[in-house]
């Protein structure tokens, strides 16, 4: 049951990180590109985007759990712990924070598109503010990735 457990644990940090990196930098770029409705693209990789926010707050959940059932409250002392929290921390606060900031704007918006409004400073501020928090998650996964396997040999 052990190996198990540390090849689930593998397999979460993997879809996790490759999730975050699909999305962001091939799924939604392609959108962008391809699609030729921005409003349409935005709204697809929005939903992408939320997807892999919900998907990395389930697998951050087992992946704590698992450190605590394998360490105990040796957990609090490893960097793969609180990087996880830092990971799913960075999540929530997309899913709850900036996407629905993000979406209401675009709501206040209507019936033009927000870039098209006296919104579009304001959006694309937050839209900044959104893209570096999921690089810095993506980032932080590749360390994660980089780190999982040391603790569990």
Known sequence: MRRLSEAF?????????????????????????????RQLAGMLAGKLFALIAWFGLGAALYLLVFLFARSGARALRQAGFWLVVLMAA????????????????????????VMESV??????????????????????????????GRGLR
Request: aromatic residues 14%; negative net charge; proline residues 4%.
């Open 90 to 113: 960075m999540a929530a606060v997309q899913l709850f924070g900036i996407q629905p900031l993000m979406a209401q704007l675009k709501l206040d918006a209507l019936p033009r598109e």
């Open 9 to 37: 644990y593998q397999f979460a940090i993997t879809l996790w990180v490759g999730g975050l990196w699909a999305i962001g930098y091939l799924a939604a770029p392609v959108l962008f590109a391809e699609l030729g409705d």
């Open 119 to 148: 919104f579009r400073d304001r959006f694309a501020t937050w839209h900044g503010i959104s893209s570096i928090v999921y690089l810095l998650q993506s980032l932080s996964g590749l360390v994660l990735v980089l780190w999982s």
